[in-house]
């Protein structure tokens, strides 16, 4: 029987504030371990949390982007559990009155070229702010641990998802669409990868059309979108392995995914799941939020990639998937927008972008590389090329050079001799040597074979070092062979 | 020289009748031969520098308070930087504060010269003065029963002034039973920033002190919003210097259900206290609370006590045995570090408010017991406030008066219990409250305390500065 996955998504964002949630300490990443440390970071008595402004600012944001609710009153919570990452042993959260409730996000649930893009509503339940934890760091070949608290107070904001993804395809492209809007309204850089986005993936499986949910696990910090997918896959497996073949009794249980092994652990059962003895934390006033606080934070807010990629299909008549591409990346967006500005060639400047940038980043894997291509420069280039001064070819390899090396694409051109040859004397001199050279050629093509033009087209341009202006060798050759 | 209040003790070092330096130096040796423990060190380097300091400036004329120059005692649970700060723990033994809290940069600023740490209960919990790891301080009226410290320090004539936290209300009991006062002030008004944290939404750092007009002269001083606590009151008044000259405009309303509880202590005391306040001018009136008050009142010992064990089992989390504070012998495990570290360094009553906090916050408990106590907390906030709208202060017992002997910690943890029906109400409202002295009008001192609307400390004051006869402390 085919059975039916349901996905819940727990994403948490570090904010991109200065400084750490209640304390004044720094709150970057990449520090020496304990540098950004204060007596409230290592848990001392007689500290006590003062809110960050900015991360109420940033979380206020996230809501707004997200549809949600901002609720004009919330309150910060005390969790209770004791480990050493966690300095006071609780952690401050908003368990029972958070400050968004209800919104949702589209996301795009085909993305193939051709067809146009389907959405699919995914709803959130909540976005609550709340404090990150230090880190354990365990030394090798040693039974000694070592904590670094630097992370300790660094302020999140954890989105809870509704249980609304069928398909690891859909929780993936919901990250990614949180991700992008995100990094749009500044919230957070939402790098997995130096954990500053983490979700939790909360799992089940039931037989179509049942109303209520199958028992479920929740998989905990996943850091890594080809991990999710694959966590997803296996739990999906075990889920249906375990009703169809009785395999194992599923039991609503915490699990750990380890990638390296392909597969997921228990860590605790409901049953001894922890009491994390929430109340309300008594040194924090609750959060009183203004409708011009709310004002404040949604004028300050730029255009949104929804927003941007409707403009650009119908200012610039881009490709629902060229546009959704280039808006749905704030790095693309700004060059491609900053470009646009320069040189009005907005189907053109696309398809560098889309063709060449993306190409040479995913081949790097890097998705901060967008840094390294400037708009002034770019303009520059797709200059060169409609004005016939280099050819398409040659105005790859300068790009390239631009991504690698940081080129000008004048100097480079300069230097490496790019520049078209269009002197008409100099190239009707090498297609008059071409065809003389070529009999066989001319003939074939007078007889009917098209394709020979090609060749002594490829042999002019060959010639020519492959600066031969294409229009101008076009021509000429038409002409010789009249 | 020691038989001063701090306002006259200031003012002859202000006039360099005598030197900070020596008033200083008299202190620190009458200390050293107390035989109550009131103190569980000095320190004689940092005070006879400052108290040169102070000299210094005072001899050029600049007086930076009315206090300078003057001796003061801080509680254990108040942290000054450098300075080793136990809490009463044996878990802090070793805790050496990296910061000041916010009332010493104050006091300090202000000329005031610490001259050591006084004893404290565990984190301040029970208040029974016998939960201290370093040992009992007794009561210098009668050697034979307990007392807080700050308060016996101030009784036996060591300091003129003392800084403690008010928890469960013991700082106010014991100003009752020691013959010295005891101010409250309003929650929010003093800066928590760098106590010792147990009882978050209410506990305040106060003024004890031999005068009324001493305790209100030191709450001048650590009174002010701070922005490093979140809890504070903006634009917090400071009490005039000026005291009023009779009791003309004050109306106070007398609790009698909290009086007639006491019995003949309570009727004597209650008798004695209304003729002075009467002859003062003020009008006194009954303010029998209506039976469903009556109920709730009697509900905020309970409610207390629930709120106290839920913040101190979370505040006491931080203790793990990781970070700082006590490092047992021996674990195997990484479990085994917090759970010996807590087990062999918390005291009995620390341990009971853990099990009895953890208890009320589980999710199963959660409704019945911690929220039920919110609820009282905030009727109990309500009909303050609506009697306070009729009287501009309530008079209250301080305690039951009964002693607290030192050799019976289990019936004094008992005791504390009922006790706590006299200072709950103003500690879980977040009022101003003062305890000061009663005649012994029988063999039990139950003390009189007044509470006032928020931010009304001006009233206390005038009402003990006028009513209080002379010194009870020899």
């Keep these: ?41 290592c848990g001392m008595p007689g500290l006590l949390p003062v809110l960050n402004k900015k991360a109420v600012d940033l979380a206020i944001a996230a809501g707004l982007v997200t549809n949600c609710r901002i609720n004009p009153r919330s309150v910060f919570d005390k969790k209770n559990y004791y480990y050493p990452d966690l300095p006071t042993s609780y952690q401050i959260t908003q368990f029972y009155d958070p400050i968004c409730t209800d919104g ?50 660094v302020p999140l904001v954890e989105i809870v998802s509704q249980p609304d993804f069928r398909c690891a395809d859909e929780a993936i492209a919901y990250i990614e669409k949180l991700r992008s809007i995100l990094r749009y309204a500044g919230v957070s850089d939402c790098k997995m ?62 699990r750990r995914w380890d990638d390296t092994h392909n597969r997921s652990y ?96 995913k081949k790097d894997d890097d998705e901060t590389a967008v840094a390294r291509i400037d708009a002034p420069r770019l303009a520059q280039l797709i200059k060169l090329v409609s004005t016939n001064r280099i050819n398409r070819l040659n105005a790859k390899k300068v790009f390239a050079a631009m991504y690698r090396e940081n080129a000008d694409p004048l100097d480079y051109c300069e230097k490496h001799n790019l520049f078209s040859e269009s002197d008409d004397t100099l190239i009707k001199q090498v297609i008059n040597d071409i065809i003389n050279a070529n009999p066989k050629s001319v003939e074939d093509y007078k007889s009917g074979k098209l394709k020979a033009k090609d060749f002594l087209f490829g042999q002019a341009m060959r010639t020519l070092r492959g600066n031969g202006d294409p229009a101008v060798i076009k021509r000429l050759l038409e002409e010789a062979l009249g | 020289m020691h038989t001063l209040d701090a306002l006259t003790l200031a003012n002859q070092i202000r006039r360099r009748d005598l030197t900070a330096f020596e008033v200083a130096k008299h202190t620190l040796s009458r200390i050293d031969a107390d035989t109550n423990n009131c103190f569980l060190y000095t320190t004689p380097e940092t005070a006879l520098v400052a108290a040169k300091r102070i000299d210094a400036r005072l001899e050029q004329g600049d007086c930076p308070s009315p206090l300078a120059g003057v001796p003061i005692a801080i509680d254990d649970t108040i942290l000054v930087r450098g300075d080793r700060c136990t809490a009463g723990s044996r878990m802090l033994d070793n805790f050496i504060s990296p910061f000041n809290a916010t009332v010493i940069d104050k006091i300090l600023a202000a000329g005031l010269i610490p001259v050591g740490r006084t004893n404290t209960d565990e984190f301040g919990v029970c208040g029974s003065g016998d939960t201290c790891y370093h040992g009992i301080t007794l009561n210098p009226l009668d050697s034979s029963n307990l007392a807080g410290a700050a308060a016996a320090a101030i009784s036996s004539r060591l300091v003129p002034l003392a800084l403690c936290a008010d928890t469960l209300g013991a700082q106010r009991k014991f100003a009752s039973q020691t013959g010295t006062i005891f101010l409250k002030p309003t929650y929010g008004k003093v800066s928590r920033f760098g106590l010792v944290p147990y009882i978050s939404s209410a506990e305040q750092i106060g003024a004890a ?23 504070g009151i903006p634009n ?106 807590r087990s062999e360094s918390f005291g009995r009553e620390v341990k009971k408010t853990i099990l009895f906090g953890s208890f009320v916050l589980a999710q199963q408990q959660y409704e019945a017991y911690y929220l039920q106590a919110l609820k009282i907390r905030r009727l109990i906030q309500q009909q303050l406030a609506q009697a306070l709208q009729t009287y501009d202060c309530l008079l209250i017992p301080a305690s039951t008066g009964q002693p607290y002997h030192k050799t019976n910690p289990e019936a004094n943890a008992r005791q504390c219990l009922t006790d706590t029906h006299y200072t709950a109400p103003a500690t879980l409202a977040g009022y101003p409250a003062v305890a000061a002295p009663s005649p012994a009008v029988t063999q039990e001192r139950c003390g009189i305390q007044f509470i006032a609307a928020p931010n009304n400390e001006q009233i206390l004051f005038d009402i003990v500065n006028l009513s209080t006869t002379d010194s009870l402390i020899p």
């Design chain 1, 1 to 41: 029987m085919k059975y039916e996955l349901v996905i819940g998504l727990e994403v948490h964002v570090e904010m991109a504030t200065q400084s750490k949630l209640f304390c004044t300490c720094s709150a970057s990443f990449g520090a020496e371990p304990n540098e950004n440390v204060c007596p409230a970071c």
């Design chain 1, 104 to 153: 949702f996000i589209d996301i795009a649930v085909n993305d193939n070229k051709k067809d146009p893009i389907n959405t699919k509503t995914i709803r959130i339940k909540q976005i609550h702010i709340e404090e990150d934890a230090g880190k354990l760091l365990h030394a090798p070949n040693s039974d000694q641990s070592m904590i670094d608290y630097n992370r300790a107070g």
């Design chain 1, 193 to 254: 990868e130096e954990g500053s986005m983490r979700a939790d993936v909360n799992i089940s499986v039931r037989k179509p059309g049942d109303e209520s949910f199958g028992v479920r696990s929740e998989i905990k910090n996943m850091n890594s979108l080809k991990a999710i997918a694959r966590a997803i896959e296996y739990e999906y497996r075990r889920h249906v392995d375990a009703l169809e073949l009785g395999t194992e009794e599923l039991v609503q249980e915490t």
């Design chain 1, 266 to 361: 228990a860590m605790r059962t409901k049953e001894n799941a922890t009491d994390y003895l929430y109340f309300p934390n008594p040194d924090i006033p609750p959060l009183d939020i203004s409708d011009n606080w709310i004002a404040s934070v949604r004028n300050a807010l730029p255009e949104m990639p929804d927003v941007k990629k409707a403009r650009y299909m119908t200012e610039y008549a881009l490709s629902d998937y060229d546009s959704a591409i280039i808006a749905g990346n704030k790095d693309l967006a700004d060059l491609f927008d900053a470009t646009c500005g320069l040189h009005p060639e907005p189907k053109e400047i696309a398809n560098w972008i889309i063709g060449e940038l993306l190409a040479l980043m």
């Design chain 2, 209 to 231: 002190g031999a005068t009324i007009g001493d305790t209100a002269a030191l709450l001048n001083i650590i009174a002010g919003y701070d922005p490093k606590d979140g809890t």
């Design chain 2, 236 to 341: 917090s008044d400071l009490i005039p210097p000026e005291p009023s000259q009779d009791l003309r405009h004050l109306r106070i309303g007398i609790a009698t259900d909290y009086w007639t509880t006491l019995g003949r202590t309570g009727t004597a005391t209650l008798t004695e206290t209304r003729e002075r306040l009467t002859a003062l001018g003020a009008t006194l009136q009954d303010c029998p609370l209506p039976q469903q008050q009556t109920d709730i009142l009697g509900m905020a010992s309970m409610a207390l006590q629930i709120i106290a064990a839920a913040e101190g089992c979370n505040n006491f989390s931080r203790y793990d045995g990781i970070k700082f504070g006590y490092r047992p012998q021996t674990y195997a495990t990484l479990d085994d570090i917090s759970i010996n570290s």
